[in-house]
Each structure stands twice: as structure tokens, then as C-alpha cells.
């Protein structure tokens, strides 16, 4: 992604997320000739032609054009009626982690963390933990949360077998579950299968519209009619009825016509070679069989316990990423390239050699005291 640095106007290669992405000029041509209309009351026809759209790629009876996923997983607990009960999710979810706790603030429900193998939450440990409506002195499960791709997992994927094992499961105790598919086609894609067969196994998803996609704003959430009917009244509560908001469909439309498997494919393919770049610096960097998708978590605990101290020294070499604790995060999206990827494995390396030479310089110092 070209931003410049400082004065100098030297290139800026921001992996920090697929969020950073900025409309192309199709997509910029696209929101000046939009049809418009007043989409809270229906007659927007862009969004009315995006949601026709949504329902086919997913395989559901309907489907909203919402602001923000964050707004589209709340809308969905509340549209599932998890008032008063629990909602299992994987521990480090997005939905329990990064949403500001609107799950229970907002939707009055009580999350349940399980421990998942990478971000994938097994059939079996779901089995044990459901909670039905005859226990009275505990909340009854009322949802289970999927995520695929799994953020903090490095972008892990949900196999569709285990979703359907998963559904069948909750299922059988009459729990619904609900995919948080930010970044569905990722997942998609690295499985080489579409976005419909991965709704297959869920009673309600949603997918992001400005992430690998590359549209400015939005989300669609979709499932069958009657948890719709609810959902579309949660989000007209949580301030999601938008007026000509054709403005956000029309660009959404042009990615979505525009072969969307193979811009997230290019996408996993790119955070791949910069995984075997990183872990060829350093093997204990990256285990490179857990890159399937667009994000690569780089360990860095030899170097240093704090990642802003990589975060920053990658900036100064013209490389933006984020990072938490000892991990730092690559995210690769159709506004970075294989020019960016060298980039950014060259200006680790240096930024972690200068680090090692610091450590090694301040140890003979104390030796020679």
C-alpha cells in the first residue's frame, strides 16, 4: 500500500491489516454513478441488488448490508435471543476479545470461553459444555460462535467437516450457530470451494465488504428468514438502518463480480512466501505450515519480550505492522505486493540483527565490569 514516510516520501508498506485497503478506481467510479434510493426503507436499489447478491454467494433466504461486523455478530446474538443465556466461544475469539464487550453489555448474554486447538473449537469439548433449558440453576446455551478465518490464530481455517460436526452437535440441543466469517473468503479460497459451502453448516454468518475485498465500510450478515426478520429489527435498535447507502453497496458490487477467489487467493499466496522469507531468517520466527491464509504471526521472544520495539524498528524501514506482546502481525492484502514482501522480510532481518548486535554489545560491556 503506498503511503510515504515523513518528508522524504519513501514508500510505506502497511501489513498492519487488510482493513488499510482503499477503494480502487472502479470502485470509486462505481459510488459516483450509483443508483440511490432510501435503503431504511427499502427502495435503495444498489443495496437492494447487493443483498440479492449476498443471499446467493451464501445460500440464505436473506441477507443485510450492515456498517461494520461488529455490528453484524451483535446483531446476530441479539437476532438469536441469547438474552440471559450463554454463548460458547472460542477463547480468543474477536467477538469476545476486540468487540468492547458488547456481547454482554448490549445483548445481555454471558460468554462461555472454550480453549480451541489454534482458534478451532472441537465438536466434542462443545458437547460437554452445552447447557440446556431443563438445568434452571445455570444460563441455558443459546449460541454457538464459529470464526473462519480465525484472527488471532494467524488465520486459521475451520475445515467444512468440523463445521458440520459442530452444527450437528449444537443442533441436537437446539443451539443455533452463528460464523463470524470476517474473512470467509480466505477461508474460501485456501480450500479452494465457495463461500456458500461454508454457510451450509450455519444458521446465520457474516462477511466482511472492506477487508480483503477491498471495499470503504461494510458488512453482510445473513440467514434463514425469521432469525433475519429479528436480526434486521437489532440492527435498526443498534443504529444500522442507513439511509443511500448505495454508496457502500456500489463498490461492495464491483468486488464481488470481480472474481473475489482469486484476489484472496493471490492474497494467501503472499502471506506464504513471506512466512517461508521470515522463517528463513530465523526458524523459530514463523512455523510456516500454520500459514493458511492472509495473516502471518511472527514470534519474536528471542529478540525481545516487547513487539513495539519491532514495530518500531520495522517503521523505520518503511514497513507498518502491528504487534502485542512477542508477536508480530503481517496481514497480506491487494494493496501490498511481492516488492513489499522483500521488503518486509529484509527490513526484519536487519531490524533483528541490529537488536542481537545491541544484546551482544551490552553483554561485553557488563563482562568487562
Known amino acids: 500500500m503506498e503511503r510515504t514516510c515523513g518528508g522524504a516520501g519513501h514508500r510505506l508498506h502497511d501489513f498492519r491489516s487488510d482493513t488499510v485497503t482503499l477503494p480502487t478506481a472502479s470502485m470509486m467510479e462505481a459510488i459516483q454513478t450509483a443508483r440511490l434510493g432510501d435503503a431504511a426503507r427499502g427502495d435503495d436499489p444498489t443495496v437492494n441488488e447487493l443483498e440479492a447478491l449476498a443471499r446467493e454467494l451464501t445460500g440464505k433466504a436473506d441477507a443485510l448490508l450492515l456498517p461494520s461486523g461488529t455490528m453484524a455478530n451483535l446483531a446476530a446474538i441479539v437476532g438469536h435471543q441469547c438474552r440471559g443465556g450463554e454463548v460458547i466461544v472460542e477463547e480468543s475469539a474477536h467477538l469476545y476479545n476486540a468487540e468492547g464487550g458488547g456481547l454482554s453489555v448490549v445483548a445481555g448474554a454471558i460468554a462461555r470461553p472454550i480453549r480451541g486447538e489454534h482458534g478451532v473449537l472441537a465438536p466434542r469439548d462443545i458437547e460437554a459444555v452445552l447447557i440446556r433449558d431443563d438445568d434452571i440453576t445455570v444460563a441455558p446455551t443459546r449460541l454457538v460462535c464459529v470464526e473462519n478465518t480465525h484472527n488471532a490464530a494467524g488465520g486459521e481455517v475451520v475445515q467444512p467437516a468440523v463445521l458440520e460436526a459442530l452444527h450437528r452437535v449444537a443442533s441436537r440441543a437446539g443451539v443455533p450457530v452463528h460464523v463470524d466469517g470476517a474473512r470467509l473468503f480466505n477461508a474460501a479460497a485456501y480450500l479452494g470451494t465457495t463461500i456458500e459451502a461454508l454457510c451450509r ?64 487467493r493471490r492474497d494467501n499466496a503472499l502471506a506464504r512466501t513471506l512466512a517461508t522469507k521470515l522463517a528463513a531468517i530465523d526458524g523459530s520466527l514463523v512455523d510456516v505450515e500454520r500459514v493458511k491464509t492472509n495473516i502471518v504471526n511472527c514470534h519474536v521472544d528471542r529478540y525481545t519480550d516487547d513487539a513495539a520495539v519491532i514495530v518500531g524498528a520495522l517503521r523505520e524501514r518503511g514497513v507498518l505492522v502491528n504487534g502485542r506482546r512477542s508477536k508480530v502481525r503481517f496481514v497480506a492484502h491487494s494493496q501490498v505486493d511481492e516488492a513489499s514482501v522483500e521488503t518486509a522480510a529484509s527490513a526484519l532481518s536487519d531490524a533483528l540483527e541490529s537488536i542481537a548486535d545491541r544484546r551482544h554489545a551490552a553483554a561485553r560491556v557488563t563482562h568487562s565490569l
Open 201 to 264: 453448516h450455519a444458521d446465520s454468518v457474516w462477511f466482511s465488504l472492506c477487508k480483503g475485498l477491498g471495499g470503504p465500510i461494510g458488512a453482510i450478515l445473513a440467514g434463514d428468514a425469521e432469525f433475519m426478520q429479528r436480526a434486521r429489527r437489532a440492527a435498526k435498535m443498534l443504529g444500522g438502518s442507513m439511509r443511500q447507502a448505495g454508496l457502500i453497496a456500489a463498490p461492495a458490487m464491483v468486488a464481488l463480480q470481480s472474481d473475489p477467489y482469486r484476489v484472496h
